[in-house]
């Protein structure tokens, strides 16, 4: 069974288009986030949060919205899409948010291209 | 903002080499983390570090925190084909913020 799982892997879409990645974790964690892998492989959290209450905002933009329906999901939507948004995203989890022994673990992906 | 700078950026190897790649930063950081990323995957973690001074192995891997708490390394010991990926370092600053900071990556290639 897959801890934290995401969907979908592969998205393909144009530009202007609204779409959302789902992330699900099955390890009773309280902690989730969103990362995103760019082209030279760097990545870097845009989100994060904790029993469903938005912790870290990484200067995003507004047309990315993350959603917190329970602390096992985190899904992340995204407006009007643009070229610069290709990317992977990837959703991971924790037991707490910080402190001394907080480990992440990583879904497998999503990769995003926008066309 | 917070960096980490990790080398060496790729290295190509003999099977049956050891490896070390490195990660320095230039503040303190309570947590390292050492991820490994298959083609198509998502980062794996292998080796979680939480005092410095701390020397973690697993398996043919050596994790060390450093004691000024801004550095970290890793050690692959007689390398194999399926040592091949790209090695993350991730340090979480001191703080409390829960945020993980990554290092560049180090791209690995082994040589059979």
């Known amino acids: 069974d897959t801890a934290v799982s995401q969907t979908p892997k592969y998205l393909v879409t144009q530009m202007g288009n609204d779409k959302s990645i789902k992330c699900e974790q099955n390890?009773?964690?309280?902690?989730m986030y969103w990362y995103k892998q760019d082209s030279k492989k760097f990545l870097k959290i845009m989100f994060s949060?904790?029993?469903?209450?938005?912790?870290i905002n990484e200067t995003v933009p507004n047309r990315f919205s993350p959603k917190s329906p329970d602390k096992a999901h985190l899904n992340l939507h995204i407006n009007s899409l643009e070229l610069g948004d290709s990317a992977v995203y990837f959703c991971?989890?924790?037991?707490?948010?910080?402190?001394?022994?907080?480990?992440?673990?990583f879904g497998e992906g999503s990769w995003l291209t926008v066309v | 903002g917070q960096q980490l700078n990790q080398s060496p950026q790729s290295m190509f190897i003999q099977e049956g080499e050891d490896v070390s790649m490195n990660c320095t930063s230039s503040?303190?950081?309570?947590?390292w983390l050492w991820y490994k990323q298959d083609p198509g995957e998502g980062p794996v973690l292998l080796i979680a570090?939480?005092?410095?001074?701390e020397l973690t192995s697993n398996g043919r891997l050596t994790a060390q925190f450093g004691i000024t708490r801004k550095d970290s390394f890793l050690n692959i010991s007689a390398s194999i084909p399926s040592d091949v990926g790209i090695y993350f370092c991730?340090?979480?600053?001191?703080?409390?913020?829960?945020?993980?900071?990554f290092g560049q990556g180090t791209t690995l290639q082994v040589k059979p």
């Open positions: 570090l939480y005092k410095a001074g």
């Open positions: 991730a340090g979480q600053p001191s703080g409390n913020t829960g945020k993980l900071i």
């Open positions: 390890l009773g964690h309280d902690t």
């Open positions: 503040s303190i950081f309570n947590t």
């Open positions: 949060y904790n029993n469903k209450e938005l912790i």
């Open positions: 991971a989890s924790s037991s707490t948010h910080g402190g001394i022994g907080n480990t992440i673990y």
